[in-house]
């Protein structure tokens, strides 16, 4: 009896040194856990933005400057960006035309640059300025994507979304070539 009372303390301090133990390995994997979340996050939004920043680009070009009044400007850039996702979506687009959207994709989650993230030329050093090159990457892979895919898809595109709101025919027709 004497020998069970005197093992009682020794299993009580086991247990709590396991209770301890699962107590830090649990708030670690909380803490690996939470990391990779804010990761898996960042890498979401980063993505978002992209497709946000190439659908834009899609659409800005000289073409523009012909239109009159914010309402035509907002409907062009508006079915443009219509546009470029439909053709990102159309299994006909050309697998090159879509591999430069992933390349620059992957050049715009890429953590390290080749080139040097400030300017001699300006004095504009900082955290943003190292995005500049990631834009202007995402602006060429969006006219790269335009350039490489078919005028009579882009049309029939341009096309079907002009008809969706009921107006019939394209006064006028957003295509990657032009001016």
């Known amino acids: 009896m004497a020998a069970r009372a005197a093992a009682q303390p020794a299993i009580d301090r086991e247990m709590q040194r396991s209770v301890t133990r699962a107590d830090r390995t649990l708030e670690r994997l909380m ?7 804010a990761l898996w996050l960042w890498v979401v939004a980063s993505v978002v933005g992209y497709c946000l920043v190439v659908a834009v680009a899609s659409v800005l070009d000289r073409r523009m400057f ?5 309402v035509e400007v907002l409907r062009y850039s508006v079915h ?9 979506r ?11 959207l ?8 890429f953590p390290y640059d080749p080139f040097v993230e400030w300017s001699y030329f300006t004095p504009l050093d900082g955290d943003w300025f190292g995005f500049f090159d990631d834009l202007c990457v995402a602006v060429i892979a969006a006219k790269a994507f335009l350039f490489l895919c078919p005028d009579g ?5 341009a096309l079907a979304i002009e008809r969706q709101r009921g107006r019939g025919a394209v006064a ?8």
Do not use: N, Q
């Open 31 to 37: 803490m690996v856990f939470a990391e990779v979340g």
């Open 66 to 70: 012909a239109l009159r009044g914010s």
């Open 80 to 88: 443009g960006v219509r546009t470029f996702f439909r053709l990102a």
């Open 90 to 100: 159309d299994r006909r687009t050309p697998a090159a035309a879509r591999g430069i």
């Open 102 to 109: 992933v390349l620059g994709l992957v050049y715009w989650l």
């Open 153 to 157: 898809l882009v049309a029939e595109h």
């Open 172 to 179: 006028r027709p957003v295509t990657p070539r032009g001016g």
